[in-house]
Nanobody
Framework: QLQLVESGGGLVPPGGSLRLSCAAS????????VGWFRQAPGKEREPISC????????LSVTSLKGRFTISRDNAKDTVYLQMNSLKPEDTAVYYC?????????????????WGQGTRVTVSS
């Protein structure tokens, strides 16, 4: 069974940091471009970043670029999302997704596989 598994979510105070991880089961993540998305309560899913499979280049939404950083470790077959200076409005379920498309996309419809999500709550 092909699936993605996110981890690293939890409760963090405003200004804190978290690192989310995304790992694959049943396939090799190294062969895919991987994106992170999030969905806050009552809101639509929104893109965060994508990291390219070959050279690690990234594509990110401008509004989060200074605080959120996507990276990958192909030796561990894992993609990360480092989140700093977290704000209450970052509270959401965070999803990773993998696409076999040769390009990195922020549009969710381009992705083939999705994880179940990991919940991040930013609150004091």
């Amino acid at each position: 069974q092909l699936q993605l598994v996110e981890s690293g979510g939890g409760l963090v105070p405003p200004g804190g940091s978290l690192r989310l991880s995304c790992a694959a089961s049943g396939f090799t993540l190294e062969n895919y471009n991987v994106g992170w998305f999030r969905q806050a309560p009552g809101k639509e899913r929104e893109p965060i970043s994508c990291v390219h499979r070959s050279d690690g280049s990234t594509l990110s939404v401008t509004s989060l670029k200074g605080r959120f950083t996507i990276s990958r470790d192909n030796a561990k077959d894992t993609v990360y999302l480092q989140m700093n200076s977290l704000k209450p409005e970052d509270t959401a379920v965070y999803y990773c997704a993998a696409t076999s498309d040769p390009e990195c996309w922020l549009g969710g419809d381009k992705y083939d596989y999705w994880g179940q999500g990991t919940r991040v709550t930013v609150s004091s």
